[in-house]
C-alpha cells in the first residue's frame, strides 16, 4: 500500500474529525519519524508535546515491556506494585504533597474540576450548586462536554450543547480581569502558564505571580494545566517554575509516558485531593502498573538525560535564529524553551501551506489557529539539527 490507500481507508470508514497532513507514518526514532515511502521526516511537533522524551525512547520501551510482561491491568479494585512508588516519586519530583493518577489529559481536568468544587463546598463553605470556576479566553483544556462547554473557541462547541454551567471566562494574562471576577463562590482559577493551542501566548511578565497572589488573598485555588507546557517543555519541568510559583494543582499529562500509553495526573500542593472519599471518583485504567511502570521511567529520562536543561538552551538558541530570520511573512516569534510560536501575517495566506511545503522539506510541523506555525521538537534535538531545520525553514519562509 501506499500513502494515498491509507489515506482512502481512513476517509472510508473513519469520522471526519481531523485535518492531518497528508502523511502516514510507520516509524519513529528520537527526533526522527518515517513515512510509508521510506522518508525522514524531523518531528517538529512532538505530538503536541507528548514526546518529550523523543520516539520510541529505548529505556522507556523496555520498561513498558518488561512491565507489559508481569501485570497490566488490576483495576483499583486492588492494589499493584507500581502505584505506591509511582506516587512518591513523581511527588518529590514535583514537589507535591498528593497525586490522583488518571488517562487523558481530559480526564485530569475533569478530575481538577471535581476536587476544586468539592473543596469549595467543604472547606470553603460555599452555598450548594453555586460554585464557580474562572478560566481564560482562548483556552485548551480539552475536548469532553464540560470542558468544550468554557471554550471560547466557537467551533469546539457549535452543535453541541447544552453545557455544564458555573465557569466564567477572563481575559488572559489579565490580572486585574481575574480579580474583578473573583465572587465570594469562587472555588479556583483554571489556567494555562502558555497557551499552547491557544497559539504560543506567553503572559505578560509577572502574571502567574500576580495570579498567585490574588487567589491567595482571595481563598480561591489555583490551577495550573501543565498537560503541554510541563515536562520540560519549556524550559523547566513546570512552566510556572520561571516566576517561583506553585499551584495548588498542576495538570499533567501527554509527556509523562514519553508517548508510549496515555497516562494523565493531578497533582496536589494542598490538601485539595483529601476532599475525595471512597467513591468520589475513579478510572478502570487510571493508576494501573503499565502505565505507572512506563511513568517513572519517562520521568527519569527527563531528569537523567537532561531534557529539561537542553529545552533550555536549544530552545533559547532556536528562538534566537528564528528572530534573526528576514522574512515578510513573519509577524512575531514568541515561546520558552521549545514551544515556540512563529505567528504569520494575514497576508500571508495561513500557515497551513508553509506546513505543507515545510513537510515536503522534511519537517513536521502543524499550524495552531490559522496563522501561527508551532515548533514543538522533542527535547533531546542537538544544534546541528537546529542548524538543518533553520536552513529548510528559512528557505521556505523566504521564499514561499
Ligand atoms: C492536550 C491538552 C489537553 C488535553 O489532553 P488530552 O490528552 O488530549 O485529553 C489539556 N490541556 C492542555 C493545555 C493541552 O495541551
Same mark, same amino acid.
Given at each position: 500500500?501506499?500513502? $494515498?490507500?491509507?489515506?482512502?481507508?481512513?476517509?472510508?470508514?473513519?469520522?471526519?474529525?481531523?485535518?492531518?497532513?497528508? !502523511?502516514?507514518?510507520?516509524?519513529?526514532? +528520537?527526533?526522527?519519524?518515517?513515512?510509508?515511502?521510506?522518508?525522514?521526516?524531523?518531528?517538529?511537533?512532538?505530538?503536541?508535546?507528548?514526546?518529550?522524551? +523523543?520516539?520510541? *525512547?529505548?529505556?522507556?520501551?523496555?520498561?513498558?515491556?518488561?512491565? /507489559?510482561? &508481569?501485570?497490566?491491568?488490576?483495576?483499583?479494585?486492588?492494589?499493584?506494585?507500581?502505584?505506591? =512508588?509511582?506516587?512518591?516519586?513523581?511527588?518529590?519530583?514535583?514537589? %507535591?504533597?498528593?497525586?490522583?493518577?488518571?488517562?487523558?489529559?481530559?480526564?485530569?481536568?475533569?478530575?481538577? #474540576?471535581?476536587?476544586?468544587?468539592?473543596?469549595?463546598?467543604?472547606?470553603?463553605?460555599?452555598?450548594?450548586? &453555586?460554585?464557580?470556576?474562572?478560566?481564560?479566553?482562548?483556552?485548551? *483544556?480539552?475536548?469532553?462536554?464540560?470542558?468544550?462547554?468554557?471554550?471560547?473557541?466557537?467551533?469546539? &462547541?457549535?452543535?453541541?450543547?447544552?453545557?455544564?454551567?458555573?465557569?466564567?471566562?477572563?481575559?488572559?494574562?489579565?490580572?486585574?480581569?481575574?480579580?474583578? /471576577?473573583?465572587?465570594?463562590?469562587?472555588?479556583?482559577?483554571?489556567? @494555562?502558564?502558555? $497557551? +499552547?493551542?491557544?497559539?504560543?501566548?506567553?503572559? =505578560?511578565?509577572?502574571?502567574?505571580?500576580?495570579?498567585?497572589?490574588?487567589?491567595? $488573598?482571595?481563598? !480561591?485555588?489555583?490551577?495550573?494545566?501543565?498537560?503541554?507546557?510541563?515536562?520540560?517543555?519549556?524550559?523547566?519541568?513546570?512552566?510556572?517554575? *520561571?516566576?517561583? #510559583?506553585?499551584?495548588?494543582?498542576?495538570?499533567? +499529562?501527554? /509527556?509523562?509516558?514519553?508517548?508510549?500509553?496515555?497516562? %494523565?495526573?493531578?497533582?496536589?500542593?494542598?490538601?485539595?485531593?483529601?476532599?475525595?472519599?471512597?467513591?468520589?471518583?475513579?478510572?478502570?485504567?487510571?493508576?494501573?502498573?503499565?502505565?505507572?511502570?512506563?511513568?517513572?521511567?519517562?520521568?527519569?529520562?527527563?531528569? @537523567?538525560?537532561?531534557?529539561?536543561?537542553?529545552?533550555?538552551?536549544?530552545?533559547?538558541?532556536?528562538?534566537?535564529?528564528?528572530?534573526?530570520?528576514?522574512?515578510?511573512?513573519?509577524?512575531?516569534?514568541?515561546?520558552?524553551?521549545?514551544?515556540?510560536?512563529?505567528?504569520?501575517?494575514?497576508? /500571508?495566506?495561513?500557515?497551513?501551506?508553509?506546513?505543507?511545503?515545510?513537510?515536503?522539506?522534511?519537517?513536521?510541523?502543524?499550524?495552531?489557529? $490559522? *496563522?501561527?506555525?508551532?515548533?514543538?521538537?522533542?527535547?533531546? #534535538?542537538?544544534?546541528?539539527?537546529?542548524?538543518?531545520?533553520?536552513?529548510?525553514?528559512?528557505? !521556505?519562509?523566504?521564499? %514561499?
Amino acid at each position: 500500500m501506499i500513502t $494515498q490507500d491509507f489515506i482512502d481507508l481512513e476517509s472510508e470508514f473513519g469520522a471526519n474529525n481531523y485535518k492531518p497532513l497528508d !502523511v502516514v507514518l510507520c516509524r519513529g526514532e +528520537g527526533l526522527w519519524v518515517w513515512d510509508v515511502e521510506g522518508k525522514r521526516y524531523l518531528d517538529c511537533l512532538s505530538s503536541y508535546s507528548a514526546i518529550n522524551q +523523543g520516539h520510541c *525512547h529505548p529505556r522507556i520501551l523496555q520498561a513498558m515491556i518488561e512491565q /507489559a510482561k &508481569k501485570l497490566t491491568l488490576v483495576s483499583r479494585a486492588f492494589r499493584n506494585d507500581q502505584l505506591g =512508588p509511582f506516587y512518591e516519586e513523581i511527588c518529590k519530583l514535583t514537589h %507535591s504533597h498528593s497525586v490522583l493518577p488518571m488517562n487523558s489529559g481530559a480526564e485530569a481536568v475533569e478530575t481538577a #474540576i471535581k476536587a476544586i468544587r468539592k473543596w469549595g463546598y467543604t472547606e470553603k463553605r460555599v452555598p450548594e450548586g &453555586k460554585a464557580e470556576i474562572i478560566v481564560c479566553d482562548n483556552n485548551f *483544556h480539552g475536548r469532553t462536554l464540560t470542558i468544550v462547554g468554557f471554550s471560547t473557541e466557537k467551533q469546539y &462547541k457549535e452543535g453541541f450543547g447544552p453545557f455544564t454551567p458555573g465557569f466564567i471566562s477572563i481575559p488572559f494574562g489579565d490580572s486585574a480581569a481575574l480579580e474583578k /471576577a473573583i465572587t465570594p463562590n469562587t472555588v479556583g482559577f483554571l489556567v @494555562e502558564p502558555i $497557551q +499552547g493551542e491557544g497559539g504560543v501566548i506567553v503572559p =505578560p511578565e509577572g502574571y502567574l505571580k500576580s495570579i498567585r497572589e490574588i487567589c491567595d $488573598q482571595n481563598n !480561591v485555588l489555583l490551577v495550573i494545566d501543565e498537560i503541554q507546557t510541563g515536562l520540560g517543555r519549556t524550559g523547566k519541568l513546570f512552566a510556572e517554575e *520561571h516566576e517561583g #510559583i506553585q499551584s495548588d494543582l498542576t495538570l499533567v +499529562g501527554k /509527556a509523562l509516558s514519553g508517548g508510549f500509553y496515555p497516562i %494523565s495526573a493531578v497533582l496536589s500542593n494542598k490538601e485539595v485531593l483529601a476532599v475525595f472519599n471512597p467513591g468520589d471518583h475513579g478510572s478502570t485504567f487510571g493508576g494501573n502498573p503499565l502505565g505507572c511502570a512506563i511513568a517513572r521511567e519517562a520521568l527519569r529520562v527527563l531528569v @537523567e538525560e537532561d531534557m529539561i536543561g537542553n529545552s533550555a538552551t536549544m530552545g533559547e538558541y532556536l528562538m534566537a535564529q528564528l528572530k534573526e530570520i528576514d522574512s515578510p511573512h513573519i509577524k512575531e516569534v514568541r515561546g520558552k524553551g521549545l514551544l515556540i510560536g512563529i505567528e504569520l501575517k494575514q497576508e /500571508a495566506g495561513g500557515a497551513r501551506r508553509f506546513c505543507e511545503v515545510l513537510q515536503k522539506e522534511g519537517i513536521l510541523c502543524k499550524e495552531t489557529h $490559522q *496563522h501561527i506555525l508551532r515548533l514543538a521538537p522533542p527535547l533531546l #534535538i542537538q544544534k546541528e539539527n537546529i542548524d538543518w531545520a533553520l536552513e529548510r525553514i528559512e528557505r !521556505v519562509l523566504t521564499s %514561499s
